[in-house]
Structures are given as C-alpha cells and as structure tokens.
C-alpha cells in the first residue's frame, strides 16, 4: 500500500525488532493517517528537493515494538506522526538544516552526528499544520541541545 507517491506502508513499518521477537507492527486507521500526513508534508517534499531515495530507518512503531525498543509511551513514532531518516550521498547536517528552513514539522532533530557526513541521523515528525511546534534540537553523547 501506498502512502505517498514515493513511501509505502511496508517501508514505514518495517522493524527488525517486531520481526525478531514476532510482534504486530501495524497501525491502526489513526495511526495510519498520521503516517500519510508525515509522508505528504515532510517526507516527500524533501525526496523532491534532493531527488533521491530516502533510507526510513525507524517509521511506525507499535506500542509494543516501542516499549521492546526502550522508548517512551509517548514516543511520535507509536503515533505514526514520527520517522528516522537519512538520504545516502547527502551529509545528515545539510538535510537537517534544509528541512528546517523548508518543510512544515512538529519536530527537527539531527541525533548523534559527529561531522562525518553519514553520522547519525536525522528524526522529523509532523502532527497537523495548526499544531505542529518546530521545535529543532540536537542530541550528541553530552545531551541534548536546542537550536
């Protein structure tokens, strides 16, 4: 199933954790809608400007995928409002500063990278255009760090 012109259910689903201890990673209608609503406003306008394919690394996650991961309840990611990515050939500082300056997000956040250009990775999420903060924060090995 198709989310956007260039995401699929599948991608955004896809979790070693679930399939290494068989846990369900689907969403459910609402979650699945704020899958769609990440992927048309964040996600595919940054495939448009850089003009190659995205790496997900982290999309949906069910609450029990999340809890199995160590994260928070809260996490967007349980919502379907939150995805970790990277674009390979595209260093994650200038992705992070170019979504910041041209994507509508609720959250920015360029984790753990070191200045190497394939370090980390960059954490986007959405909620709803009237809702969403962008709140930009950098997290290293010292904390974390708002810009």
Request: hydrophobic residues 35%; proline residues 4%; negative net charge.
């Amino acid at each position: 199933m198709k989310l956007s012109p260039h995401f699929s259910l599948d991608e955004m689903i896809k979790s070693q954790t679930a399939l290494r201890k068989g846990l369900d990673n689907n969403p459910d209608t609402d979650q699945l809608e704020a899958m769609v609503n990440l992927c048309e406003h964040v996600l595919e306008p940054i495939r448009k400007h850089w003009s190659r394919p995205i790496i997900v690394s982290s999309g949906f996650r069910a609450l029990a995928v999340n809890r199995a991961i160590g994260s928070k309840d809260t996490s967007q990611h349980a919502k379907g409002e939150a995805a970790d990515i990277e674009i390979p050939g595209i260093d994650n500082l200038d992705l992070y500063h170019w979504a910041g300056q041209n994507v509508e997000f609720d959250q920015l956040i360029l984790e753990y990278y070191s200045g190497e250009p394939a370090s980390g990775w960059v954490h986007v999420s959405h909620v709803s255009r009237e809702a969403n903060r962008r709140e930009r924060l950098r997290i290293d090995k010292s904390g974390v760090h708002r810009d």
